[in-house]
Nanobody
Framework: QVHLVESGGGLVQPGGSLRLSCAAS????????MAWYRQAPGKQRELVAG???????DYADSVKGRFTISRDNAKNTMYLQMEDLKPEDTAVYYC????????WGQGTQVTVSS
C-alpha cells in the first residue's frame, strides 16, 4: 500500500522560511504527477504547486517567486521550499499523488505570525 507522510510544518515569523517534505512508501515519485495543496480556515482547498512526471512545474500566482516545488526520486520524497512567508500563507498543507486516483497525506500545519 502507498501512503504519504508530511513533515516540516510549524510556526514561523513573516519573512521567514520553511521546507515541507512529503515522503512516500515505495518507489512511485518517478512516474506519477504530484502536488502540494493548502487549506486555510473557512476556505476551500487550493493548489499551491504541482510537478508532473516529466518535471514540469506550476505555481499559484500567490506563491510564484517565493515557493519552489521539487522532488528527489531516489528518496521518494517531494519538497516545498517556502521563502518570504506571509500571514496569508497560514494553512494546512497537503501532499497529493495521482495514482489513477488521488492519494492525500495527512496534512501539516504552517502558521505564519509575528
Amino acid at each position: 500500500q502507498v501512503h504519504l507522510v508530511e513533515s516540516g510544518g510549524g510556526l514561523v515569523q513573516p519573512g521567514g522560511s520553511l521546507r515541507l517534505s512529503c515522503a512516500a512508501s515505495r518507489s512511485i515519485f518517478s512516474i506519477y504527477d504530484m502536488a502540494w495543496y493548502r487549506q486555510a480556515p473557512g476556505k476551500q482547498r487550493e493548489l499551491v504547486a504541482g510537478i508532473t512526471s516529466r518535471g514540469s512545474t506550476d505555481y499559484a500566482d500567490s506563491v510564484k517567486g517565493r515557493f519552489t516545488i521539487s522532488r528527489d526520486n531516489a528518496k521518494n520524497t517531494m519538497y516545498l521550499q517556502m521563502e518570504d512567508l506571509k500571514p496569508e500563507d497560514t494553512a494546512v498543507y497537503y501532499c497529493k499523488i495521482n495514482l489513477g486516483y488521488d492519494l492525500w497525506g495527512q496534512g501539516t500545519q504552517v502558521t505564519v505570525s509575528s
